[in-house]
C-alpha cells in the first residue's frame, strides 16, 4: 500500500499553506470561551478570543483547501496485472486519505478530527455572527476604529439587520468616526475585481475593463476551487425521527453508503459556483457568472483591437451555449479577419471547467433517476439532453402544482373564514383592484384605541424610533415609535401601565391570527417586526408641502419604477411575506394609506384610517404602497411585519431570547 510518491506529497503540502507552526486551537472552542467573556463582560479577553476564532477558521479553511489540492490526483494509482478494480480502487482511495490525514495533521499541529464543527456554529461563522460581537467589545474598549469595521463586517453579510443598520448609523454621527473605518475585513479580491470591472466596462473604458475582469474570472476560479475542496466533509444524512428504529434495521450497504456520499459531494461541487457568484449579503447569485465574464471580455477584446483574444474568449463562451446565434456571429467575424488558418480555441481552463461540470452533472442526474433524491441544478446553461425525460416531467408537473397552489391560495383569500367574532371584511382584492390585499374593521374597540393611544404619549419621549423624534422620511414630521420589548422594560419600569404594554402584545398578536387565518390558513405566520408609531405635523412646515409622510414601496423588494420591476435584492427586507397596519385613531389630516402599480404613479387603492381598521396585504412587488403626508396633528398605529421563515422571527416574541445587539448593553 504505501507509495513511493507519499513523502514528496506530504513535502509539497506541508510548503502549500501558510499555516502558523504549532497546534490550531479549534475555532468552535475559542468561539464558545469569547462569548462566555463577551457575556460576563470580560471585554478585552472576548475581543481577543473572538478574532483568534475567526483566525483559527481561516487558517482551517486554508489547510483544507491547500491539503485537497496537494493530494488530489498525485498518489499513484497501483494496480498489478490481476488486481480487480475495486481493490485498485480502494487503494488509491487509502492512499489518499492516507496523505490528507497526514498532510491536515501536519498544518494543524494535532488530529483533524479535533476540528469538526457543529452546523451551527459553522452557520454563525459563514454569516459572520463573531464580528456581530466583536463590534460591542470594541466599542466597550474604546476602540472606535476597529468597532466599525466589526460592524460595517458584519452588515454587509446580514443587510436585513435591524439592529445594526441602527448602529451603523450611530457610528456615521459620532465625530471620531472615518469615512475609511467602514471597510469590509472579509472583502475579497473577487468582487471589487469584478465590479471595477464592470463599472470600467459601462463607462467604455475598455482596457481598464480587461485588467480587471480577468482579475475577477482568476479568483472566481480559485475560489470555485477552494470551495469544492470543502464539499470533501463528513457524510451529511437527513434522518426522519419517525423511522429511526425502521433505519437500524435497514442500513445502506458498503456500495450505497459510498454512492451517497458521492452524490452529496458532487451536488455540493455543483453549487459552489452560486456561493462564488453571491456578493456578501445579497440573497441570490449573480445569473451565468462564469459565462458572463467571457461575454462581456470578448466584447472589450474586440474593443480594443485584439482579436485573438476576443475570438478566445468567444470559443470559450460558446462551450457553455453553443448555439448562441450572436456569439456565432462573432466567431465568424473573428476567423475572417484573423484568417481561416489561425486555430481559434477555447481557454483550457474553461474546457476542463465545463467538461468537469458536465460530467459531474450526467452522475447526479443519473443518481436521481435511479437511486432517488433531488437536484437543483445551479447552470441555466445545462444542456437540456442530459436532464433524463422524466425528470423534466417531474419538473413540469412541480411548475403545475405550483400555479395551482397560487390558485388556491387566491380562492381562499376571498373566502377565508376569521378567527374572532365581530371582525369583518370591509374591501377585498377585487375592491381594492389589486392581489393579496384586505381591509378588516372592528379588530380593537373604541377604549382599546385609547389605551393604546395612552401608551404612545406615556413613551412618546423614549426615542425608541428613529433617530430620535425627527421622521426618517420627511422632515416635516415628528416620528416616534416604540417596539413591543421597550413597551415591557417601560411597564417593568413603572413608567407605563403593565395592562397597556400588554394590550399592545395582544392587538399584535390577534392581528397576526386574522392574516395568517385570511392568507395563509394552515402555514405558519411569524412576527418579523412589530412598531407602534405615530406621525405628528410639525407646525409652521406644512405650507407647500409637496413630499409624502412615506415615499411608495414595497416591504420586502427594491422597486424600479423604470424597469416596471422590483428587485428582491437586499438592502430590501426579503424575508418578509405579509405587512399590516392597524390605525389607532383618525382625528389628524392626510395620514391616509394608498397603493399604486410598479411604476408608483397610479394610484390603484386608497385606505383612510380609523379606530381598530387593519389593513394587510402580501410584502412584494404586488402591493407598492405608500402614506400621505401628516398636514394636521398626529397619526398613531401598529405597524406589523410577517414572515413564514421562523428564522427570522421576532426575537423578543421566541422566549424571550435576547442576541448581542438585542440586549440593550454596549451598542454604539
Not at 478570543?49 to 481561516?58: F, G, K, N, P
Request: proline share 4%.
Amino acid at each position: 500500500m504505501a507509495s513511493l510518491l507519499l513523502p514528496l506529497l506530504l513535502a509539497l503540502a506541508a510548503a502549500a499553506t501558510s499555516a502558523a507552526a504549532g497546534r490550531v486551537v479549534p475555532y468552535d472552542l475559542l468561539y464558545a470561551d469569547g462569548v462566555r467573556a463577551y457575556l460576563a463582560r470580560e471585554w478585552t479577553r472576548a475581543a481577543e478570543l473572538l478574532q483568534r476564532s475567526l483566525h483559527s477558521y481561516a487558517g482551517l479553511r486554508e489547510a483544507r483547501s491547500a491539503c485537497h489540492r496537494a493530494c488530489h490526483d498525485e498518489v499513484a494509482f497501483v494496480r498489478g496485472p490481476a488486481a480487480p478494480w475495486d481493490s485498485a480502487f480502494f487503494d488509491r482511495v487509502l492512499q489518499r486519505a492516507n496523505c490528507l490525514q497526514h498532510c491536515l495533521g501536519r498544518q494543524l499541529g494535532g488530529p483533524p478530527s479535533a476540528h469538526r464543527i457543529s452546523h451551527a456554529i459553522q452557520r454563525d461563522f459563514e454569516q459572520r455572527e463573531p464580528y456581530n460581537y466583536l463590534q460591542v467589545a470594541f466599542f466597550q474598549l474604546k476602540k472606535l476604529d476597529q468597532a466599525v469595521s466589526a460592524a460595517h463586517t458584519f452588515f454587509i453579510a446580514n443587510p436585513q439587520h435591524f439592529q445594526m443598520r441602527e448602529d451603523i448609523e450611530k457610528y456615521r454621527r459620532m465625530s471620531g468616526v472615518k469615512s475609511d473605518s467602514f471597510r469590509d475585513l472579509e472583502a475579497t479580491p473577487l468582487w471589487e475585481a469584478y465590479e471595477a470591472g464592470v463599472q470600467h466596462y459601462n463607462a467604455d473604458e475598455y482596457l481598464q475593463a480587461v485588467a480587471r475582469l480577468e482579475e475577477s474570472l482568476r479568483e472566481a476560479l480559485s475560489a470555485l476551487e477552494e470551495c469544492r475542496a470543502l464539499c470533501e466533509g463528513p457524510w451529511e444524512e437527513d434522518k426522519d425521527e419517525d423511522e429511526d428504529e425502521e433505519k437500524e434495521d435497514m442500513q445502506p450497504g458498503l456500495y450505497e453508503t459510498i454512492a451517497a456520499h458521492y452524490v452529496q459531494v458532487l451536488k455540493c461541487r455543483q453549487q459552489c459556483v452560486l456561493e462564488i457568484a453571491t456578493k456578501p449579503g445579497w440573497i441570490s447569485a449573480t445569473e451565468d457568472f462564469i459565462p458572463s465574464h467571457l461575454d462581456l471580455l470578448q466584447f472589450a477584446y474586440d474593443q480594443v483591437g485584439n482579436q485573438t483574444l476576443a475570438a478566445e474568449c468567444a470559443a470559450s463562451y460558446l462551450l457553455f451555449y453553443p448555439m448562441d446565434e450572436p456569439m456565432l456571429e462573432k466567431m465568424n467575424q473573428y476567423r475572417t479577419e484573423l484568417g481561416e488558418d489561425t486555430a481559434v480555441t477555447a481557454r483550457e481552463n474553461i474546457q476542463h471547467y465545463v467538461q468537469r461540470s458536465l460530467m459531474e452533472k450526467k452522475l447526479i442526474y443519473y443518481a436521481v433517476e435511479h437511486l432517488g433524491g433531488t437536484f437543483n441544478d445551479p447552470d441555466l446553461w445545462t444542456p437540456d439532453e442530459l436532464i433524463p425525460e422524466n425528470l423534466k416531467e417531474q419538473h413540469r408537473e412541480d411548475q403545475e402544482k405550483q400555479k395551482q397552489e397560487t390558485l388556491d391560495v387566491e380562492e381562499r383569500e376571498k373566502r377565508g373564514p376569521l378567527p374572532f367574532e365581530g371582525v369583518s371584511v370591509t374591501m377585498d382584492s377585487r375592491q381594492m383592484n389589486g392581489t393579496q390585499r384586505v381591509v378588516f374593521d372592528q379588530v380593537l374597540t373604541e377604549s382599546e384605541c385609547r389605551d393604546l393611544l395612552q401608551l404612545t404619549k406615556a413613551a412618546g419621549g423614549t426615542g425608541d424610533g428613529y433617530r430620535g423624534r425627527r421622521s426618517p422620511h420627511t422632515p416635516h414630521e415628528r416620528f416616534e415609535g416604540l417596539t413591543i420589548l421597550k413597551a415591557m422594560q417601560l411597564a417593568q419600569n413603572g413608567d407605563v401601565d403593565w395592562k397597556d404594554a400588554k394590550l399592545l402584545l395582544q392587538a399584535s398578536e390577534k392581528s397576526r391570527k386574522i392574516i395568517e387565518s385570511y392568507f395563509t390558513p394552515g402555514k405558519k405566520l411569524y412576527f418579523s417586526f412589530t412598531h407602534l408609531v405615530c406621525r405628528t405635523a410639525v407646525e409652521g412646515e406644512q405650507e407647500g408641502r409637496m413630499d409624502l409622510s412615506h415615499p411608495v414601496h414595497a416591504d420586502n423588494c427594491l422597486l424600479d419604477p423604470e424597469g416596471n420591476e422590483c428587485w428582491r435584492e437586499p438592502p430590501a427586507y426579503v424575508y418578509r411575506d405579509y405587512s399590516g397596519i392597524l390605525y389607532l385613531n383618525d382625528d389628524f389630516q392626510g395620514g391616509g394609506l394608498f397603493f399604486t402599480e410598479l411604476d408608483t404613479v397610479t394610484v390603484t387603492a386608497k385606505v383612510y384610517p380609523k379606530c381598530g381598521r387593519l389593513v394587510a396585504f402580501s410584502s412584494g412587488k404586488d402591493n407598492p404602497h405608500g402614506v400621505w403626508a401628516v398636514s394636521h396633528g398626529r397619526r398613531c398605529a401598529v405597524a406589523l411585519w410577517y414572515t413564514h421563515s421562523q428564522e427570522y422571527a421576532e426575537k423578543c416574541k421566541l422566549l424571550g431570547h435576547m442576541g448581542p445587539n438585542q440586549s440593550g448593553e454596549g451598542r454604539a
